[in-house]
């Protein structure tokens, strides 16, 4: 399900710290993280997730790239999507071209196979997001886009979207509606609890399962742990 040739971009990415660092204290709070949403899943299948934020900057491009990492790494055939139409960045971080991806597909250009690419972790793909559209929301909301998600959670045991914060746009609602749950990722010291409880309630309005919610920025994490 790969695009044979792609063309690498220079530019630094989230730090893939699951993969690069697989024994440092915060990869393990990554498979901690995967082993909650495990047993979330125990009394009813969660297979599509999405993780937001309420705001830019709290880590949820980060969270979701390693979240994706350490359920592939369990051996779960995994999807990871650049649901954030507005500022993708995950092709970034696995050397990816975004020439083609979500846009491409929704708008009939190309078709999944030629959209998904290998990544050079085993058992993990990832869709970017494509050309950025003019009208990200429409896109999201659209009949097409429900049927994407639908035939994607028949292809792979987990997909996981990475989507805008909630208080920027309300893309993150449009997703939250369509996927088995949701994690919410806040910054330690940055995040506002105000602004953070009117995320949750978007979500809840949205009527999202909230699976939990992700700190980041907490003590020994800060010198290596940044959002996007």
Known sequence: MSRKSRVREKKSGIPLVAYNYPREVISEQYRLIRTNILFASVDEEVKSIMITSSEPGDGKSTTAANLAIVLAQQGKKVLLVDADLRKPSIHYSFQLSNMFGLTSILTKDI???????????????????????PNPSE???????????????????YVIYDTPPLLVVADPQIIANKCDGTVLVIASGKTQKDRALKAKE???????????????????????YYGR
């Open 111 to 133: 078709d999944i196979d030629g959209a998904v690419s290998n990544s050079y972790i085993g058992n993990l793909q990832i869709l970017n997001s494509g050309p950025i559209p």
């Open 139 to 157: 896109l999201l909301n659209s009949k097409a886009m429900e049927n994407l998600m639908k035939e994607l959670n028949t292809l792979y045991d």
């Open 202 to 224: 978007l979500l809840v309005k949205a009527k999202s399962k909230i699976l939990g919610v992700v700190v980041n920025g907490v003590e020994s994490m800060k010198d290596e």
